[in-house]
C-alpha cells in the first residue's frame, strides 16, 4: 500500500501516482482536461500538490492511503459509512527516522491537511518517528457525503476514523499532536482512548475557551444587526470559505495566493517563506480547498457562530460534576430523561484526564491561551503551557525554529536522559 517516494519524482510537476482506488475515483469523476474545468482540481491534483510541496523535505519519506474500511466492525451507523460501502482512505506521509525514536503523530487543523507542517518535518524527524495525516474528508483523504446531523456525530467523525487508523497501522504508545481544529480532535480522543496515547501536544487548540461574559455580550449585540444577523445565518447554514474558493472557479487559486501571501509571514521571526514555498503552498492550498466539500462541513456542529465550542472541552473537565451529581442526588421522575443524559455525560467523563499534556501558544496566536490555564487546574496530570515569540495561530511556519524548541522541551522525558534538569529554552516563555 505504501509507496516510496523518489526526489526527481517529488520536484517533477507530473501527476502524482495514487493508490487504485482514488485513481479511479478522481479519473470517474473528472474526464475533461485542467484547463476545461471549472474547478480545475481532483484527488490526484491534490497528491500532486503534496508531493511537489514536500519536495523540498530533505528526509526521505513514504506517502501511503491507509484503508479504514468502510465503517468500523460490525457498525451500522450511518454518518461514518456515508451513503456507499466504499472503502476509505486516510492519507498518510511518513518519515525516516532513528532507530527506537519515539512516534509522533501529527493532526491538522480546519481548512488545513498535514503539508501545513512542511516546515517542520526535517527537524521533527531528527528526534521523533514522524507520521502526518490528513483526516477523514480533509486534504488528499477520502472524502465521503457529509452526513452528521449532530456535534455528537461530527465529533465521532474524526474520533472514529483516527482510531480506524490507528488500527490499521498498528500503533500505540505515541505522542499526539493536534493544531486548532485537530487539537480539538487530539484532545476528545485521548479522553476516549487514553491508553494509546503517552503524551497530548495541543497547538492553538480550538474547544478550550468557554465564551466570556464580555464577549458574549459582544457577539449578542452583533447579532442583532443586519451584518451579524447575515453572518450568523450563513454559519448556521454551513457556508464554508471553501464555497467561495469554488465559485469563483478557475480564479480560486489568485484569491488562495492573496491570502497566503498576506497571511503567512504576518507573524514571522525573519524566516519569511521563500518564492518557491510560498508557490508550492500556494497550489497545495487551493487545490485542498476546492475538492469536494466533505469534513469541512463540520463547522457549524462544532462550533456556535463567533467560533465557540458547542461542547467546550472546559466545560467538560470543570462544571459537568455539580449539576450531575445534582441530578443523581435529586431525581424526578418527571425529568427522567434529562437526568438519564446527565448521568451518561457524567459516566462518559468520569474518567479524569489521563494524559500529560502541554499547550503550545504563538504570543499572537487568536486562541486565548486563558483556557488552557483554567484547564490545568483541573487536572491532575502534568500540564505546561508554552508561548512562542513572532507566532501567530500558525505558529509552526510564522516561527518554526522556536516551535522546535517548544516540542523539544515538551517532549524532553522522552528525547533527555536528565529531562528533570532541562529548562525552557530562551525566547520561550510558560504561562
Request: hydrophobic residues 40%; charged residues 20%; contains cysteine.
Amino acid at each position: 500500500m505504501a509507496e516510496e517516494i523518489s526526489k526527481s519524482e517529488l520536484r517533477s510537476s507530473a501527476a502524482a501516482t495514487s493508490t487504485p482506488s482514488s485513481s479511479t475515483t478522481a479519473k470517474s469523476r473528472w474526464s475533461w482536461p485542467s484547463v476545461l474545468r471549472w474547478i480545475p482540481t481532483s484527488t490526484n491534483h491534490i497528491i500532486a500538490a503534496e508531493k511537489r510541496l514536500l519536495s523540498i523535505i530533505k528526509t526521505p519519506y513514504v506517502q501511503e492511503q491507509v484503508n479504514i474500511g468502510s465503517s468500523p466492525p460490525g457498525s451500522k451507523i450511518r454518518w461514518f459509512r456515508s451513503s456507499s460501502d466504499e472503502p476509505r482512505f486516510i492519507n498518510t506521509v511518513t518519515f525516516d527516522s532513528k532507530e527506537d525514536s519515539p512516534t509522533l503523530i501529527m493532526v491538522h487543523g480546519y481548512g488545513a491537511s498535514q503539508g501545513f507542517f512542511f516546515r517542520n518535518f526535517d527537524a521533527l524527524a531528527s528526534r521523533f518517528r514522524v507520521i502526518a495525516i490528513d483526516q477523514l474528508g480533509c486534504g488528499g483523504s477520502s472524502r465521503p457525503d457529509f452526513t452528521c446531523k449532530s456535534t455528537e456525530e461530527t465529533e465521532a467523525w474524526f474520533i472514529d476514523s483516527f482510531e480506524e487508523w490507528r488500527k490499521a497501522k498498528n500503533l500505540s504508545n505515541f505522542i499526539l499532536l493536534g493544531h486548532s481544529l485537530g487539537g480539538y480532535v487530539a484532545a476528545k480522543y485521548a479522553l476516549k482512548h487514553p491508553e494509546h496515547v503517552q503524551h497530548l501536544i495541543l497547538v492553538g487548540p480550538a474547544g478550550f475557551s468557554a465564551q466570556s461574559d464580555a464577549k458574549s455580550e459582544w457577539i449578542t449585540k452583533f447579532r442583532a444587526t443586519w451584518k451579524g444577523a447575515i453572518l450568523n445565518h450563513l454559519w448556521e447554514s454551513n457556508f464554508t470559505p471553501q464555497k467561495i474558493i469554488r465559485g469563483l472557479g478557475p480564479w480560486g487559486p489568485d484569491l488562495v495566493r492573496k491570502y497566503t501571501n498576506a497571511r503567512f509571514g504576518a507573524y514571522s521571526s525573519g524566516s519569511v517563506l521563500t518564492t518557491e514555498e510560498s508557490s508550492l503552498l500556494t497550489d497545495y492550498v487551493y487545490h485542498t480547498l476546492a475538492a469536494k466539500a466533505s469534513g469541512e462541513l463540520c463547522l457549524k456542529y462544532i462550533f456556535a457562530f463567533g467560533a465557540f465550542a458547542r461542547m467546550p472541552l472546559l466545560h467538560r473537565i470543570k462544571k459537568l460534576f455539580p449539576t450531575a451529581i445534582l441530578w443523581i442526588l435529586i431525581p424526578s421522575k418527571t425529568d427522567i430523561q434529562q437526568y438519564n443524559n446527565v448521568l451518561v455525560e457524567l459516566i462518559d467523563c468520569a474518567p479524569e484526564w489521563k494524559v500529560p499534556t502541554t499547550f503550545i501558544y504563538g504570543f499572537e496566536d487568536w486562541m486565548n491561551y486563558q483556557g488552557a490555564q483554567e484547564a490545568r487546574k483541573h487536572m491532575k496530570v502534568p500540564c505546561e503551557i508554552i508561548r512562542v515569540p513572532q507566532g501567530g495561530h500558525f505558529v509552526f511556519i510564522d516561527n518554526p525554529s522556536g516551535f522546535h524548541a517548544a516540542m523539544f522541551y515538551a517532549c524532553r522525558r522522552f528525547l533527555s536522559p536528565d529531562p528533570d534538569h532541562e529548562s525552557l529554552p530562551e525566547g520561550l516563555s510558560s504561562a
